[in-house]
């Protein structure tokens, strides 16, 4: 794979330290795009700057739910400069059929403000909306009562770590999902993590074929693990994606 891109959120100790430093060395490892997990402090144009002088694309932004209703402007203008189309709400909390169906409502409203500005919006999710109330996963039935606006980020570790299967969710949402999240599961003393590409049991040869032919357009690579060296297992991601 020659096009692919890193959740910034996976350098999140090194960001902290020297976001600009921290972006040139994403880019040397070859990764081609960006996801925001905040600004690191920069103005708009600074970041266009910053990412043109590295040849990065800013492919989306993770924005948590509570800002998006209540700065959602900022964000859009922050993002249509740095050329970035997505927008996409990381995390909610759900535990019922009742919860999902009144988070669909809210995402309704933030995808139909973001179409009216020109913007993509999608909802990028974690174990929890894997869990069932009655027959159906949460994240079936919230999708069922959002708008044909709201966008799917599928996170493949996250899927399974629920015991789904990834692919499954890619083929239900064929055309839905121009983003997919590849981070990879391990079982580390018995239990599930989050560990670098090579060493873990997520075929993402399987769910890049079928992703691509559905119509995913930014596969962006997340480190969610906190490795002693952040850039070392974001660089060794990078390797693997390369071989894809």
């Not at 402090?41 to 989306?60: Q, R, T």
């Not at 044909?148 to 299967?165: G, I, M, N, T």
Request: aromatic share 10%; proline share 2%.
């Amino acid at each position: 794979m020659k096009k692919f891109s890193l959740q910034l959120y996976s350098l999140r100790k090194e960001t902290e330290k020297d976001f600009k430093g921290a972006i040139e060395k994403v880019a040397k490892m070859g990764y081609t795009g960006v996801e925001f997990a905040g600004y690191g402090g920069l103005a708009a144009e600074e970041m266009k700057e910053l990412l043109d002088a590295n040849n990065l694309e800013a492919v989306s932004s993770h924005v948590g739910i509570d800002e998006l209703e209540n700065n959602l402007e900022y964000h859009i203008n922050f993002l249509k400069t740095c050329g970035c189309q997505y927008i996409i709400c990381p995390y909610t909390v759900m535990e019922t059929a009742e919860d999902a169906i009144k988070i669909a409502e809210r995402l309704n409203v933030i995808a139909d403000k973001c179409a009216m500005a020109g913007m993509n919006f999608g909802y990028h999710n974690h174990a929890h909306e894997f869990k069932k109330d009655g027959d159906e996963y949460l994240f079936d039935i919230m999708f069922s009562h959002c708008n044909d606006l709201v966008l799917a980020e599928p996170d493949v570790y996250w899927v399974k770590f629920a015991d789904a299967e990834p692919v499954d969710v890619i083929r239900k949402y064929a055309g839905k999902t121009p983003l997919v999240h590849l981070k990879q599961l391990g079982i580390v003393d018995g239990e599930k993590k989050n560990v670098v590409f090579d060493k873990g049991i997520i075929d993402f040869k399987d769910i890049v074929k079928v992703a691509e032919l559905l119509g995913t357009e930014h596969f962006i690579v997340e480190q969610e693990a906190l490795d002693e060296d952040q850039f070392n297992s974001c660089k060794i991601d990078a390797d693997v994606m390369k071989s894809l």
